[in-house]
């Protein structure tokens, strides 16, 4: 049997393990693997996107969702969500303050709501690259039909956010009412693929009854898939859901997967994200150092941001917040890393 290092060195080497060395891999860590793990990852990182951090706009366009997955706080069965959706003029405006901070990319996520049709959103996001050109704008907006993507990549947007969540049927059961399937999920990244948007996918660490054998599948999954963005992030419990009793997954874990996808998927875009930042004071900065080398600070107008609550206590002030992106500049510097006005494209 192959040692953790030799495992490491492994997926440096080749980048693919197999099912059974995944589950060593990640069931065998400890700090010293950890250790040498990060500084591979920032080595990798370095080579590829030296020490830029790319920063996103994050625009939560509306909380209703006609879906009703067991850990999200705006499933739909949740009535006790206060809901809102922003207006075309609205979102126009927080991309107005964002650009003047120097983003340029805007990241438009909301729940699975029919309003937003592709008419809609086909004139806002005309509307947002006629103001702003040199913007990338990026969607996370859960499924919809291939025409529908097709559409909406002709308007203008470049990027799509989905995340499969967990590449084990059985545990997307479990996690999912039954009108959601994996097969669905997994249907709708090959079509973006196929469109030409850069995709993103992932998962939540520690949801309730993730097993090693699951995150090895999710890392095979990722592997196949190859997307350009992964985002993953610890679960979280919100209390208004069936898993509001269920433990969250640990800042220690999500640290060792974002090392090990930096490896397998070497120029991926791997946001250190809210859930990590929510979990632990310092999450964004372990993040980096473990070699991720996105954050996603919110854009949202203020009135709606505790209303998107996916999880208890999840962050959208302080550093989180895209106002205050110079504390944000601050903090990354003193790890020795640059917050930069840049689209922040995937690079070959
Ligand atoms: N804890 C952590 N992450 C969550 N998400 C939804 N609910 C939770 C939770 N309770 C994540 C899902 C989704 C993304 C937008 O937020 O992975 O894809």
Redesign the pocket.
């Known amino acids: 049997m192959r040692t953790e290092r030799e495992l490491i060195d492994k997926l440096r080497d080749t980048r693919a393990l197999t099912r059974e060395e995944w589950v060593q891999v990640i069931e065998g860590r400890d700090e010293d693997a950890a250790r040498y793990l990060f500084e591979t990852a920032r080595a990798i990182r370095h080579a590829v996107y030296g020490r830029d951090v790319y920063i996103r706009g994050l625009i939560e366009i509306s909380n209703y969702c006609k879906n009703d ?1 067991y ?3 705006i499933r739909r069965s949740n009535r006790l969500a206060d809901r809102y959706r922003l207006t075309a003029e609205e979102i126009l405006a927080c991309a107005d303050t964002g650009y003047a901070l120097g983003f340029r990319t805007f990241v438009l ?1 909301g729940g699975e709501d029919a309003y937003y049709t592709d008419a809609l959103l086909g004139e806002l996001l005309r509307e947002i690259k006629r103001r702003y050109p040199d913007c990338a704008i990026t969607l ?1 907006l859960g499924e919809r039909g291939e025409e529908s993507f097709r559409c909406l990549f002709e308007a203008g947007a470049d990027r799509y956010l ?2 499969h ?1 967990t590449a084990s049927p059985v545990h997307y059961a479990s996690l999912h009412p039954p009108e959601l399937r994996l097969d669905n999920r997994k249907e709708c990244l090959y079509a973006l693929k196929r469109i030409g948007y850069q995709v993103g996918s ?3 660490v520690g ?1 309730p009854g993730q097993t090693a054998e699951n995150l090895a599948e999710d890392m095979l999954f990722l592997k196949e898939l190859s997307p350009q963005m992964v ?1 993953i ?6 209390h208004d ?1 069936p ?1 509001a009793h269920c433990p969250a ?1 640990t800042v220690e874990l999500t640290l060792f997967l974002l090392g090990l996808l930096r490896l397998m998927l070497p120029h991926a875009l791997l946001p250190a994200t809210t ?1 990590l930042g929510t979990l632990s004071p310092q999450g964004r900065e372990l993040g980096i150092l473990a070699g991720a080398n996105v954050v996603m600070p919110n854009l949202s107008p203020a009135a709606s941001r505790k209303k998107y609550m ?2 208890d206590n999840k962050l959208c002030t302080g550093d989180e917040a895209a106002e205050s992106l110079n504390s944000l500049k601050k903090r990354m510097k003193s790890i020795g890393y640059n917050v930069v006005v840049d689209r922040g494209d995937y690079k070959i």
């Open positions: 997955c850990y999200c706080g996520q996370s989905l995340r969540e992932g998962f939540m949801s985002g992030g610890p679960f979280i419990p919100h859901t898993f997954g859930a996916l999880y």
